[in-house]
C-alpha cells in the first residue's frame, strides 16, 4: 500500500521559494562561505554548491508537514554544501529547518534533537581543539553551536511555551466547564427547592378548599355550606399570606423590607389546629428541645405539613397521629393516618408531596419511609422520618 507524500503547507512553499531564489541571487554574484582553494573545498566551482541549495530549499517546504525528513535531509545537504564553496542561504535555511524539526516534530523528536545538536557541539569544539592546538580551532565548535544548537534550544523554548500556553487554555475551558456545571447544578437544586417550597406551603390549603368547597356544592343545608365557606375563607387568606411569604423569599429584600421567617417546630400547634378546622382528628406528640437547627426545624415542619395534606385527602375515618421525638442526636418524625375504607381521594394530587418530603430528607442526610404498615388498632399508612441533628447543637 502506497504512504500518501505530505502536503506542504503554502507559506513553507513561499519559504522554500524565498530561499532558493535568495541562493540564486548570492550564487549569480559569486558569492560563496568559502573561497575555491580552501583544502576542504573537494567540489570546488560555481555549480556543485546549487545542488544542496535546491536541495535545502525543498526542505524547507516541508519543514512542517514531514519535520523529521526535512532535518534529516537537510543535515546531508549541509555536509554536502561543506564540501562546495558553500552558501550562505543554504546554511541560514537548515537553522530554520532545525528549528522547525523541534517546534512541529514529536514529543521525541523535539528532546533528542537538542541533545544531540549540544553533544555535536561540545564535539566540534573539543576535537579540533585537541588536535590542532589553536585557539581558531575552537571557531568550529561556535560555527556548530550556531548552526545547530541554538536553533534547536529555541524551538524547544517556543514549543515549551506553547504546550505551556495549550495547558493553561485547556485548564481554563475545564474550569469554565466546570462552573457551567455547578451553575447549572446550583440553579437545578434551586428550582427544585422553589418547587417543594410551593408545593408544601400551598397544596395543604388548596386541598382543603378543593374538599369543603366540594361539600357546599353537594349537600344542600345552609348552616354546612356556611361553614364550608368559613373553612374556605380561611385557608383561602393562609394560601395567600404563604405565597406572599414565598414570593418575599425569592425576591431579594431591600430597605426597611424584612424577610418573612421560616416556619418552625413552635407553628406545630397552629398547624394541627387548621386540619382540625379542615375536619381531621389529629393527635400531636411533640418531645423536642429548643435550639434544633433551622434547616431541621424547616423540614420537619413541611413534612408533618405534607402528611397532613395527604391524610386530609387519602384517609379514611379515624385518628391521624402526629409525634416528634428527638433522641441520639436526630428527630424522629412518624404521622399516621387510617388507610382504606375510602373509594378515592378527596381531592385530586400530583405524587409531589412524597417526593418532596423525600428530597427534604436526603438533603440532610436523613431517612425517609411511607407506606402502609399492619397494628393492632388496625391497617395504617405511616410515614417515618428520621433527620440528624448538627454536632453541638443542644436541646
Given at each position: 500500500?502506497?504512504?500518501?507524500?505530505?502536503?506542504?503547507?503554502?507559506?513553507?512553499?513561499?519559504?522554500?521559494?524565498?530561499?532558493?531564489?535568495?541562493?540564486?541571487?548570492?550564487?549569480?554574484?559569486?558569492?560563496?562561505?568559502?573561497?575555491?582553494?580552501?583544502?576542504?573545498?573537494?567540489?570546488?566551482?560555481?555549480?556543485?554548491?546549487?545542488?544542496?541549495?535546491?536541495?535545502?530549499?525543498?526542505c524547507?517546504?516541508?519543514?512542517?508537514?514531514?519535520?523529521r525528513?526535512?532535518?534529516?535531509?537537510?543535515?546531508a545537504?549541509?555536509?554536502?554544501?561543506?564540501?562546495?564553496?558553500?552558501?550562505?542561504?543554504?546554511?541560514?535555511?537548515?537553522?530554520?529547518?532545525?528549528?522547525?524539526?523541534?517546534?512541529?516534530?514529536?514529543?521525541?523528536?523535539?528532546?533528542?534533537?537538542?541533545?544531540?545538536?549540544?553533544?555535536?557541539?561540545?564535539?566540534?569544539?573539543?576535537?579540533?581543539?585537541?588536535?590542532?592546538?589553536?585557539?581558531?580551532?575552537?571557531?568550529?565548535?561556535?560555527?556548530?553551536?550556531?548552526?545547530?544548537?541554538?536553533?534547536?534550544?529555541?524551538?524547544?523554548?517556543?514549543?515549551?511555551?506553547?504546550?505551556?500556553?495549550?495547558?493553561?487554555?485547556?485548564?481554563?475551558?475545564?474550569?469554565?466547564?466546570?462552573?457551567?456545571?455547578?451553575?447549572?447544578?446550583?440553579?437545578?437544586?434551586?428550582?427544585?427547592?422553589?418547587?417543594?417550597?410551593?408545593?408544601?406551603?400551598?397544596?395543604?390549603?388548596?386541598?382543603?378548599?378543593?374538599?369543603?368547597?366540594t361539600?357546599?356544592?353537594?349537600?344542600?343545608?345552609?348552616?354546612?355550606?356556611?361553614?364550608?365557606?368559613?373553612?374556605?375563607?380561611?385557608?383561602?387568606?393562609?394560601?395567600?399570606?404563604?405565597?406572599?411569604?414565598?414570593?418575599?423569599?425569592?425576591?431579594?429584600?431591600?430597605?426597611?423590607?424584612?424577610?418573612?421567617?421560616?416556619?418552625t417546630?413552635?407553628?406545630?400547634?397552629?398547624?394541627?389546629?387548621?386540619?382540625?378546622?379542615?375536619?381531621l382528628?389529629?393527635?400531636?406528640?411533640?418531645?423536642?428541645?429548643?435550639?434544633?437547627?433551622?434547616?431541621?426545624?424547616?423540614?420537619?415542619?413541611?413534612?408533618?405539613?405534607?402528611?397532613?395534606?395527604?391524610?386530609?385527602?387519602?384517609?379514611?375515618?379515624?385518628?391521624?397521629?402526629?409525634?416528634?421525638?428527638h433522641?441520639?442526636?436526630?428527630?424522629?418524625?412518624?404521622?399516621?393516618?387510617?388507610?382504606?375504607?375510602?373509594?378515592?381521594?378527596?381531592?385530586?394530587?400530583?405524587?409531589?408531596?412524597?417526593?418532596?418530603?423525600?428530597?427534604?430528607?436526603?438533603?440532610?442526610?436523613?431517612?425517609?419511609?411511607?407506606?402502609?404498615?399492619?397494628?393492632?388498632?388496625g391497617?395504617?399508612?405511616?410515614?417515618?422520618?428520621?433527620?440528624?441533628?448538627?454536632?453541638?447543637?443542644?436541646?
Amino acid at each position: 500500500m502506497a504512504v500518501p507524500l505530505p502536503r506542504p503547507r503554502r507559506f513553507d512553499l513561499y519559504v522554500g521559494v524565498a530561499g532558493l531564489l535568495g541562493g540564486l541571487l548570492l550564487w549569480g554574484i559569486g558569492l560563496g562561505v568559502r573561497p575555491a582553494g580552501e583544502p576542504v573545498v573537494l567540489w570546488p566551482g560555481r555549480w556543485p554548491l546549487l545542488v544542496p541549495l535546491a536541495v535545502m530549499a525543498g526542505c524547507e517546504t516541508l519543514r512542517r508537514a514531514a519535520p523529521r525528513t526535512a532535518l534529516l535531509t537537510g543535515t546531508a545537504a549541509l555536509v554536502a554544501d561543506t564540501l562546495t564553496q558553500g552558501s550562505l542561504i543554504t546554511v541560514l535555511m537548515y537553522t530554520d529547518v532545525m528549528y522547525a524539526a523541534v517546534l512541529y516534530g514529536t514529543p521525541a523528536s523535539a528532546r533528542r534533537v537538542p541533545r544531540i545538536a549540544g553533544l555535536l557541539t561540545v564535539a566540534a569544539t573539543i576535537v579540533p581543539f585537541a588536535v590542532w592546538r589553536v585557539p581558531e580551532a575552537l571557531l568550529i565548535g561556535a560555527a556548530v553551536g550556531i548552526v545547530a544548537f541554538a536553533p534547536a534550544s529555541t524551538g524547544l523554548i517556543v514549543r515549551n511555551h506553547r504546550e505551556a500556553a495549550d495547558a493553561a487554555r485547556l485548564r481554563a475551558e475545564q474550569t469554565a466547564l466546570l462552573a457551567e456545571m455547578d451553575r447549572v447544578q446550583a440553579v437545578t437544586a434551586e428550582r427544585a427547592r422553589m418547587a417543594r417550597e410551593l408545593h408544601d406551603m400551598v397544596a395543604n390549603h388548596l386541598s382543603a378548599i378543593a374538599i369543603h368547597s366540594t361539600a357546599a356544592l353537594s349537600l344542600d343545608e345552609p348552616e354546612t355550606t356556611r361553614q364550608a365557606l368559613g373553612v374556605i375563607r380561611e385557608n383561602s387568606v393562609e394560601g395567600l399570606a404563604e405565597m406572599r411569604r414565598l414570593i418575599g423569599l425569592l425576591r431579594d429584600s431591600g430597605g426597611d423590607t424584612e424577610p418573612a421567617a421560616a416556619p418552625t417546630l413552635e407553628g406545630l400547634g397552629a398547624l394541627v389546629d387548621t386540619a382540625r378546622a379542615n375536619g381531621l382528628d389529629v393527635a400531636l406528640v411533640a418531645e423536642h428541645g429548643t435550639g434544633l437547627p433551622a434547616p431541621v426545624e424547616l423540614a420537619a415542619y413541611r413534612i408533618v405539613q405534607e402528611s397532613l395534606t395527604n391524610a386530609l385527602k387519602h384517609a379514611g375515618p379515624g385518628r391521624v397521629q402526629v409525634a416528634l421525638r428527638h433522641r441520639d442526636g436526630s428527630l424522629d418524625i412518624t404521622v399516621t393516618s387510617p388507610y382504606g375504607d375510602r373509594d378515592g381521594p378527596r381531592a385530586p394530587g400530583s405524587g409531589a408531596g412524597l417526593i418532596g418530603m423525600r428530597e427534604r430528607a436526603a438533603l440532610l442526610d436523613g431517612s425517609f419511609a411511607a407506606g402502609p404498615e399492619d397494628t393492632p388498632g388496625g391497617r395504617v399508612w405511616a410515614v417515618r422520618t428520621t433527620l440528624p441533628l448538627i454536632e453541638g447543637v443542644t436541646e
